[in-house]
């Protein structure tokens, strides 16, 4: 029952309110106990109860008590704080049948009881009824601290995480949030882990109350990726994990066996189903299940996981941002040196085209070896194009740099062509596989190697190596884009180049073509009077005998008429004819 003034005079000693208000300390949890200890020895009743209304604002649950069963704290109680059900819950669960009940104000919205528990009907004397009512007041005080305590504390952990966003570090903000736990909710230690996404440890964590052996072990627990049940446990639950027993039941955790006669508090640090990390504080047993410590914890956790998620935003958006401005400086580098390709289009050679792009590839990397390689799809071969400056300067002394090399024989830097796609070998002495190295080539230590592919044939590779970091999915993207925008480029040389020598042909196929007509009609032209000449000549070869035989005959009558008459006019007259024409001849 709600108790009521007795009707004599009352006098409430302030100085007992003072004197309780200021024996409060930063610990809720503990202020409660002493309170509700408090007011049992000052009304003489066996026990006492204090109810609290939950955030949900339907649901009452018993906070805190004296005397009674610890594991009666947080457990939920029957709406009607007055009636029958109310009574009967009472006696069911601590034995007592009698109540008297303090209203206790909350400024924050909400109502909360003091009730007193006896075995016999009481009647209070004004002297104890003012202690109670000193009580009530304290517990108002208590729960003011509580709510500004919380509120300050939340307040911290949001400003931390704007201040310190940009400087992508959480160890202030979790070792603060351990401190204050310590030091200020009575904690014995409380460490916190952080988990990347796949819930694996990554290594860090920020702890208050370890010793320095207790911080080693756990130090490598958590490098070694391993993580305790009660953890993976708090991960998967909104309520965490309660151990009241860590050596029986945390057998194997390496904190299990430093805290004999402590409990643990596993909670895990998640927003909206993705999990940070996990919260761990020990408390002495008595107070393992104390609802008031897990409400502390779950409002802490709560801010924290907002905390974490907010600055992980920041993080990620800081890191957009860069990405984004790394991304337009690329693309200007990359937009810059292909106007200096289009230019070297006019005079420079294919090779030397290569040269200067391979160069490029090797200083966007950080690398220190390159090639340029081309494909014939038709021999499988691979045609070596050009090397980068460094590699011919210093780097590779091969007797045959330009020759063509069977895609059977190579080693694994050709398996982008064989797979049609990157591949990177950040430790080429340890990749299987390895066929080795030509004589006098570069040592290698490491190689990205990206295919050109068109129509989905490889028409060519663009390699480089020996970077002294690993190669990274960055590198592999803007090397692609860089061979890419190389072939294109050698496609339009090439296909200028091709363009020219039909030209060429052509010219030269037109300079015959007019050759050859004009040896048509030369030919022609001389042929006409050859034709007539050798005609002639088989005349001549016909005729010349029988005047040969005539002229035989003539001089053989000449002689018979000279032999007649050698004075004869007619004979000297020819005579003379033939010594002038020189017949013989």
């Known amino acids: 029952m709600i108790c009521t003034p007795p009707e004599a005079p009352r006098r409430r000693s302030y100085a007992f309110l003072q004197e309780t208000i200021s024996s409060l300390c930063a610990s809720f949890p503990e202020n409660m106990r002493s309170l509700t200890r408090r007011a049992c020895e000052m009304s ?13 604002g339907k649901t009452r649950y018993l906070a805190a008590g004296h005397a009674v069963s610890k594991g009666l704290l947080g457990i939920t109680m029957p709406q009607e704080h007055e009636g029958p059900a109310m009574d009967h819950w009472i006696l069911e669960h601590t034995g007592f049948e009698h109540t008297l009940s303090f209203p206790v104000s909350l400024r924050s919205g909400g109502y909360a009881y003091l009730t007193m528990l006896a075995d016999k009907p009481r009647r209070l004397t004004i002297k104890q009824y003012d202690a109670l009512e000193v009580i009530t007041l304290a517990l108002t005080h208590a729960e003011e ?27 202030t903000l979790l070792t603060s949030v351990c401190r204050e736990l ?68 945390c057998s194997a955790c390496p904190m299990s066996e ?12 998640c927003f909206n189903d993705q999990p940070y990390g996990w919260l761990t ?5 008595r107070y393992i299940s104390d609802h008031i410590q897990h409400a502390v914890l779950q409002d802490l956790i709560t801010s924290l996981a907002i905390s974490l998620h907010s600055r992980e935003l920041d993080r990620q958006n800081l890191e957009t941002q860069k990405s984004r401005e790394r991304m337009l400086k690329h693309f200007e580098r990359l937009s810059a040196f292909r106007i200096k390709q289009v230019e070297m289009m ?30 014939e799809a038709e021999h499988e071969t691979i045609s070596m194009q050009a090397w980068s400056t460094r590699t011919i300067e210093s780097m590779c ?40 190295l030509p004589e006098d080539h570069a040592e290698l230590l490491r190689d990205m190697v990206v295919p050109i592919i068109r ?79 050798r005609l002639n000549i088989a005349n001549l070869d016909e005729d010349f005998p029988n005047l040969t035989n005539l002229v035989t005959l003539y001089r053989q009558l000449l002689e018979g008429m000279e032999s007649i008459d050698a004075c004869s006019p007619i004979t000297r007259e020819i005579r003379s004819r033939e010594e002038a024409i020189d017949i013989d001849g």
């Open 281 to 285: 504080v020990s408390v002495p047993s």
């Open 258 to 269: 430093d805290f004999e006669g402590f409990g643990h508090l596993s909670i895990g640090i």
């Open 182 to 249: 310590v030091e200020q909710h009575g904690a014995e230690s409380a460490w916190i882990a952080l988990v990347d996404r796949t819930r694996v440890p990554d290594g860090r964590f920020f702890h208050t109350g370890l010793t320095t052996d207790e911080t080693a072990r756990l130090d490598t627990m958590l490098k070694e990726g391993k993580i305790s049940r009660c953890a993976s446990r708090s991960m998967n639950t909104a309520d965490g994990q309660v151990i009241s027993s860590p050596r029986l039941k």
């Open 397 to 436: 002394r091969m007797k045959d740099m330009y020759g063509h090399y069977q895609l059977d024989h190579a080693g694994i830097w050709a398996d982008a062509i064989r797979e049609k796609r990157t591949v990177t070998h950040n430790d080429y002495a340890s990749a299987p596989n390895r066929k080795g």
């Open 455 to 533: 129509n989905g044939r490889v028409m060519a590779i663009l390699g480089v190596g020996n970077k002294s970091r690993y190669y990274d999915e960055d590198d592999a993207f803007w090397v692609a884009a860089l061979a890419d925008q190389t072939w294109e480029i050698i496609e339009n040389k090439l296909f200028v180049e091709h363009q020219e020598l039909m030209r060429h042909q052509l010219e030269h196929a037109k300079k015959m073509e007019m050759i050859g007509n004009l040896a048509s009609g030369l030919t022609h032209e001389i042929n006409n009077p050859l034709n007539f000449i």
């Open 346 to 375: 006019k005079n420079a050679s294919v090779r030397k085209i290569l040269q200067a792009t391979i160069d490029e590839a090797e200083e966007w990397t950080e690398s220190r070896i390159g090639f340029f390689h081309f494909i």
């Open 44 to 56: 003489d009743c066996p026990a006492s109860l204090y109810i609290r209304m939950r955030e949900d």
């Open 145 to 171: 601290l509580q709510d500004a305590s919380r509120g300050n504390l939340t307040q911290d952990l949001f400003s931390s995480s704007q201040e310190r966003a940009r400087e992508q570090c959480d160890e």
